[in-house]
């Protein structure tokens, strides 16, 4: 059975860092990826990263301040989050992808993975 579970979520002030796990079972898969779900908002991606770890994508917008990571020893991905700001308030999930693509439009895609974690909550404050 595939599970995805996040963890190391909080509240933390502005200019603070965090960093989240995403644990996974069951089996490996060829990409995994962060998104993120503010209040009202659509689910929007925040980075990618191949397990061959040859490939990794970030969102514009997230780039230098967000660092995506595998432990292949512990089955977990991490999320280095920088410098925190309060517009970075959302439930964070995690996700994974069965196939490799060479479509890596596709991978800023919710619709390009197959598995999700249930989301872990990151509040910055001012």
């Known amino acids: 059975q595939v599970q995805l579970v996040e963890s190391g979520g909080g509240l933390v002030q502005a200019g603070d860092s965090l960093r989240l796990s995403c644990l996974f079972s069951?089996?490996?898969?060829?990409?995994y990826a962060w998104f993120r779900q503010a209040p009202g908002k659509d689910r929007e991606f925040v980075g990618s990263?191949?397990?061959?770890?040859?490939?990794?994508y970030y969102a514009d917008s997230l780039e230098g301040r967000f660092t995506i990571s595998i432990d292949a020893a512990k089955d977990t991905m991490y999320l280095q989050m920088d410098n925190l700001q309060p517009e970075d308030t959302a439930v964070y999930f995690c996700?994974?992808?069965?196939?490799?693509?060479?479509?890596?439009?596709?991978?800023?895609?919710?619709?390009?993975?197959?598995?999700w974690g249930q989301g872990t909550q990151v509040t910055v404050s001012s």
């Open positions: 996700a994974s992808r069965l196939s490799d693509t060479s479509l890596h439009h596709l991978l800023r895609e919710k619709s390009g993975y197959d598995f």
């Open positions: 990263r191949s397990w061959s770890e040859l490939f990794t």
């Open positions: 069951g089996r490996t898969f060829s990409w």
